[in-house]
């Protein structure tokens, strides 16, 4: 068996890319690195614009560029990525037309909507999408995090959404499949909008590196070095108190819970910083890994090639410039490598009908995966019981009642267009009936820590015996193999592991996340990625196992931070708002309080239009500008002159938001305990129409009466007697504790 990907599952695949944007690039990058054949247009010219710009910008462009040609050959293709400018879906509307295949098309904005022919930048879309109002100084501006993370986002989005349709039969794939970058982005912001507009509650800028509602979930200097810390549950706060000495913190009732912590940071930190500096960077990585806290070694993005857990997981190649290694996609797959059963959709509503898929999954990074997987039409049949819910219900089962279980928006949102069971995985009986869904599935998704799942008996390598041609997804935050493996992570875990805190914020700033989960929402969307493709090669090369390292996801979000520190061999300096790459780029305030705009302008020609708006160029004009107006008024004014601007959003406005609003991206279901409720819809359409919402999240065990009685029918439960699983015991940890 093979344990890399350039065993090529997209082989025989034939995509042409047309368009020079950094997302249509990085989605053609996607199919060529899996194995497709891809043909530009031409090469890209103005790279010294992209990433860190000059020298460091044409590295970054290569690295986008790998493994494609330049020739748009003969002119057959199976697929044609175009866009964002009109020209450019233009041409390749032409050119997937004569080739008789689907168009995908990549734009920054819905056309339909108000903000249909605004002008963007990266920093355009993360001040709309929620999530740099909560990045910043509490009493200063929000910050716009560096790089072409939407970008990136929406070339994940684009090749699940193509590669999905593709799986379908010829005779109903669809022509165009469009994908925007506002949308595709709105996954780091969808769930806190819908619970900020559910609850009432505003969104707040609480201060650098504090986020509701967790704390510490924060860089702390160590002796040597940084270290990221999170402490969600009793458990790892009353273990923490433990290692820094300080045993009475975990018994003062001011400290009970995360969100309590974090209305008292100052304190939080008044008793960590001075311990956390005490120890070496390794001597905390490893107190974390004895004691179940997730405490992340922090190092700066050109030094993570160095790493020994991601030099042991190959997670860094060459990237088409000397002496510079550039991330390569965040899983490693290992292929049955025999003829396995070829993917043939049924005839129901989307384009994985009639697969199953067996969710273990919990939180938000797997439950984002299946619910992709859902709304393609796939049997998603979620598992959870009462004693080990899905952790988003409620951290502590014990003392979350029902009501409040079933009526948390974050878990309601990722769960959509699903069917849930009341399965205990601890006990016999609950591991013979999740033995006999995996032997009726086609794929199993799970982000337990590294080994829970084989600890419950029921890892990879029994789902392979269970399942030939099953394709198993395992995504811990650093993966399934690696000196890391077993590090305990939440999404902050893997923000802080992932180099991105060292270039975002100001100069004087310590390392700075930019979001509570940032790791989380990508590593759903690249799991998609990895599936699909597993998926579409399973008739070639059967099942595989898949393991997904979601610190390794936003290795390709901060690329172009990873491949400029080593071509400068030197840090890449922190300059706040402003970047290499764009001529201008600021954060000001408008009219209302706590109202902000941001502006950017990546040619200097574009400075001119700017100024005969504002009245003159520099000294602030801007500022005094915009201070006149509220943030829709002025945003309006510079996008008529072809200046991008947008007003920096906060999450609960994002329901409101008028291009939102009338695009339909939120839409409207009824459930139990909070009736007719909002969730995300799907970023992408075929034809024209986002995939089918055919069901609302499932309350716990809400159907499990009917899928026990399907096993039954099937005879898949004979097979799995309760004898057949004995209560099982590894290193004197139970399964009930490795859940």
């Not at 160029?617 to 200046?643: D, F, N, S, Y």
Request: proline share 7%; charged share 20%.
């Amino acid at each position: 068996m093979s344990k890399s990907i350039e065993s090529g599952p997209l082989e025989g695949l034939r995509v042409v890319e047309i368009g020079a944007s950094v997302a249509v690039r990085y989605c053609g990058r996607l199919f060529a690195t899996l194995g497709a054949e891809v043909r530009q247009q031409a090469a890209a010219e103005g790279d010294r614009g992209i990433g860190y710009a000059g020298a460091a910008g044409e590295a970054y462009g290569r690295w986008l560029d790998q493994g494609k040609l330049t020739s748009l050959g003969d002119g057959g293709a199976d697929l044609v990525i175009g866009g964002p400018d009109a020209a450019s879906i233009a041409l390749a509307e032409g050119l997937a037309l004569g080739a008789g295949a689907p168009l995908l098309a990549i734009d920054w904005f819905d056309q339909a909507g108000p903000y249909g022919d605004w002008r963007a930048t990266d920093e355009i879309i993360s001040a709309l999408n929620g999530v740099s109002y909560s990045f910043g100084e509490r009493f200063g501006p929000p910050m716009l995090a560096q790089g072409h993370a939407p970008q990136i986002t929406a070339g994940v989005v684009g090749f699940n959404a193509a590669l999905g349709a593709l799986l379908d039969r010829p005779d109903r794939r669809p022509r165009r499949i469009d994908v925007n970058v506002h949308e595709a982005a709105m996954c780091y912001a969808e769930t806190g909008a819908l619970t900020s507009a559910r609850t009432g509650a505003p969104s707040v800028r609480l201060g650098v590196n504090r986020f509701v509602p967790t704390y510490p979930c924060a860089p702390y200097r160590a002796l040597d070095g940084w270290v990221g810390i999170t402490c969600l549950t009793p458990s790892q706060w009353r273990a923490l108190c433990g290692l820094i000495e300080r045993p009475a913190l975990a018994a003062d009732p001011r400290f009970a819970t995360a969100y309590q912590r974090l209305m008292i940071a100052d304190e939080v930190d008044k008793a960590l910083a001075p311990a956390i500096a005490r120890r070496t960077q390794a001597q905390w990585v490893e107190l974390g890994l004895a004691h179940r806290i997730p405490i992340a070694p922090m190092v700066r993005p050109g030094q993570l090639p160095e790493v020994e857990h991601w030099r042991r997981r190959d997670a860094f190649g060459p990237a088409g410039t000397p002496d510079v290694a550039a991330p390569r996609l965040p899983y490693r797959l290992q292929f049955e490598r025999v003829a396995g059963e070829a993917w043939a959709p049924g005839e129901g509503e989307g384009p994985l009908c009639g697969l199953r898929v067996v969710d273990f999954s919990m939180g938000w990074a797997g439950p984002l995966c299946a619910r992709t997987g859902g709304d393609l039409g796939a049997d998603v049949v979620k598992i959870e019981s009462e004693g080990h819910p899905d952790w988003w219900r409620g951290w502590d089962a014990g003392s979350v009642d029902v009501e409040t279980r079933e009526s948390q928006l974050n878990f309601i949102n990722v769960n959509r267009n699903k069917r849930g069971v009341d399965i205990d995985l601890t006990l016999s009986e609950g591991k013979a009936a999740a033995g006999a869904l995996i032997a009726g599935a086609d794929i199993v998704v799970e982000n337990y820590a590294a080994g829970v799942l084989a600890k419950l008996g029921l890892g990879q390598e029994v789902q392979r015996r269970l399942r030939p041609g099953l394709i198993s997804l395992s995504m811990p935050a650093f993966g399934v193999s690696g000196p890391l493996s077993g590090l305990r992570a939440y999404g902050s875990t893997v923000e802080q592991a992932s180099g991105l805190p060292f270039i975002n914020g100001e100069p004087h700033w310590p390392p700075a996340q930019q979001h509570v989960a940032l790791g989380d929402p990508i590593a759903g969307l690249y799991a998609v990625s990895a599936v699909l493709a597993c998926l579409y090669a399973r008739g070639r090369l059967g099942g595989a196992d898949i393991d997904l390292a979601q610190v390794a996801c936003l290795f390709q979000l901060g690329a172009d931070a990873i491949i400029a520190e080593q071509l400068a061999a030197a840090p890449v300096a922190r300059t706040g708002a402003a970047r290499p790459r764009l001529a201008l780029c600021e954060v000001v305030p408008a009219k209302g309080e706590d109202d902000w705009i941001a502006v950017a302008v990546a040619q200097p020609e574009g400075l001119g239009a700017l100024a005969r708006v504002v009245g003159e160029a520099g000294g602030g004009a801007l500022a005094r500008w915009a201070g006149m107006r509220t943030a829709a008024e002025a945003c309006a004014e510079l996008q008529a002159v072809g200046v991008p601007a947008a007003p920096i959003q906060p999450p609960h406005a994002l329901t409101r938001d008028p291009q939102l609003q009338a695009v339909g991206y939120f839409a409207n279901m009824e459930r139990g305990y909070v009736g007719e409720h909002q969730v995300g819809a799907s970023p992408f359409r075929f034809d024209g129409a986002r995939p089918a919402l055919r069901r609302s999240a499932p309350l716990l065990g809400e159907h499990t009466e009917e899928v026990m009685a399907e096993l039954a029918f099937s005879s898949e439960l004979d097979r799995f007697p309760p004898e057949t699983f004995e209560r099982i015991r590894v290193s004197g940890v139970d399964a009930a504790e490795a859940l």
